[in-house]
């Protein structure tokens, strides 16, 4: 079920490297000066994709990982979800502190060869044998939701408001009075919450029971995915005097290179030797200076990515965007 690192595309490794390097540093916590990715990822699915919906990365060199589901051993490392698209947010679920959902899934599903991993919900997992039987399950399941289907929801496009009184004012708490519910503004449609008959039956309805909320959520995520897609284009801004810390996916070499470079000090962190920290120095100048980090790896696999440095006092278009998007759910 498990793959390594090193199969997956450059470009997801290195979206998901930024992404902690940017948590570690905004954080601050021992928890995780030493964190680092681990050799090995898991698929995940949805019920509504075919493909791989997510990565699940495994975060090593943590103080101390809690056990998920009451579990007294833990499997000793934390994790970071990853979407491979734009239908969830970029990195909807991740924890420094508990054991990735598969891991535990893994062994509660103790009789049963775990196969494939299904994200349900924001925080429900679901392990399937090799025939996409149910095994077991972490979180609350989805309910089904009666009534939504037969809805127009877009004539429940607005805002509704209900407002609770009592009919009539009392002297203190003790007198008992009816209370006045009055609905305003648009009226919402009946709907009932129920539990599935079974995990095949909520499979097979996921797609169209859910999907005005996968719409929304895909819509929410766009933003993200925006900022992802300009630090990809532009590269990313480094105020004069400020540090950057750039992690490499293995043992590597660098080269600073472009107009930039000699205004740029490298130095190599403290608890990651396999990274390199970019100071930008004074450039001087009066607009954004670029340049590039040129990484080779070992086996021969190359990145070059963009940076800019933005001097004191220089408007900037960039200058409001961090180094990397923070999003902690």
């Known amino acids: 079920m498990r793959i390594n690192i090193q199969k997956l595309p450059l470009e997801l490794r290195r979206r998901v490297a930024n992404k902690l390097e940017s948590l570690k540093a905004a954080d601050n916590e021992v928890q995780l000066e030493t964190a680092q990715l681990g050799e090995n990822v898991c698929p995940v699915y949805r019920p509504d994709m075919k493909e791989i919906a997510y990565w699940e990365f495994e975060i090593v060199g943590l103080k101390s ?24 947010m970029p990195f909807p679920h991740f924890s420094f502190s508990v054991e990735p959902p598969s891991r535990a899934l893994e062994t509660k599903a103790a009789n049963g060869k775990v196969a494939k991993i299904v994200k349900l919900d924001t925080l429900c997992y679901a392990a399937e044998d090799d025939k996409g039987n149910y095994l077991m399950h972490l979180g609350q399941m989805p309910l089904k939701i009666e009534g939504l289907q037969a809805a127009d929801l877009s004539k ?9 009184s009592p009919s009539k004012i009392t002297a203190n708490d003790k007198s ?32 169209k029971m859910y ?47 472009g107009d930039g470079a000699e205004f740029i000090k490298t130095s190599t962190p403290k608890f990651n030797k396999n990274a390199v920290t970019l100071l930008a120095l004074a450039t001087n100048k009066n607009q954004e200076v670029n340049f590039q980090l040129d990484i080779s790896y070992t086996n021969g696999t190359k990145e070059s990515l963009p940076f800019f440095i933005v001097p004191k006092g220089t408007p900037s278009n960039f200058k409001s965007e961090l180094p990397h998007f923070i999003n902690k759910n």
Do not use: C
């Open 211 to 257: 999907s005005p909320f996968l719409k929304a959520l895909a819509e929410r995520a766009s933003k993200a995915w925006e900022i992802e897609q300009l630090i990809l284009k532009f590269g990313e801004g480094i105020h004069e005097g400020d540090k950057l810390t750039i992690p490499f996916l293995s043992a590597a070499k660098i080269k600073v290179t």
């Open 65 to 88: 990982i809690a056990a998920r589901d009451h579990r007294e051993k833990s499997s000793g490392t934390g994790f970071m979800l990853a979407s491979v698209g734009m239908h969830d």
């Open 176 to 207: 008992k009075t009816e209370l006045v519910i009055k609905t305003e503004g648009v009226k919402v449609p009946k709907l009932k919450m129920t539990g599935w008959n079974n995990y095949g039956e909520m499979k097979k309805g996921f797609s």
């Open 156 to 164: 429940y496009d607005g805002i509704s408001t209900v407002t609770v």
